[in-house]
């Protein structure tokens, strides 16, 4: 079994703050983690449940993934984040498997994480970020 547990459950939001405080309210929640990430042009807020977090993204340019999803759909689930031992083994399997790779290599992510995409399409319709705990 490659996938060793949920690792986050990604919510794309509009005004990180206003999410943020949302959570805080609604479940006495607390931000563990937050970071904005140049590369994909996106500040998160992780909030730790169990081992697991809930990540609520929200764009930091116009041209990031994020903008666009909000864009076309509006606020709601983005993406789901597998933790695995190995980044590049779990992204082959997928690929042999039949899905369709966004990175075709892993590269860093935040939490000094190392990350990879996969497509929804080929992979039952769902955006998947495999995550790798440390090097």
């Known amino acids: 079994m490659l996938l060793t547990e ?23 929640a607390e931000v563990d983690h ?6 994909d042009g996106v500040e998160e807020a992780l909030i730790k449940v ?6 609520l993204t929200a764009a930091t340019r116009p041209d990031s993934p994020i903008a666009r ?19 590049a ?6 690929v042999e498997a039949g ?8 590269r860093p992510g935040s939490r000094g994480t190392t990350v990879a995409f ?5 992979n039952l319709g769902v955006l998947v970020e495999l995550v790798q705990i440390g090097p």
Do not use: N, W
């Open 6 to 28: 949920i690792d986050h459950v990604a919510i794309a939001v509009k005004d990180l703050d206003a999410a943020v405080d949302y959570y805080r309210r609604a479940f006495g």
């Open 34 to 39: 937050r970071e904005t990430v140049e590369s």
């Open 50 to 55: 169990a081992d697991s977090f809930i990540q």
């Open 69 to 87: 999803f909000l864009d076309r759909r509006g606020e709601g689930l983005h993406h789901v984040g597998y933790r695995v031992e190995d980044c």
């Open 89 to 94: 083994a779990a992204l082959r399997s997928m």
């Open 99 to 106: 899905a369709t790779p966004i990175d075709t290599e892993p």
């Open 118 to 122: 996969v497509h929804p399409r080929g």
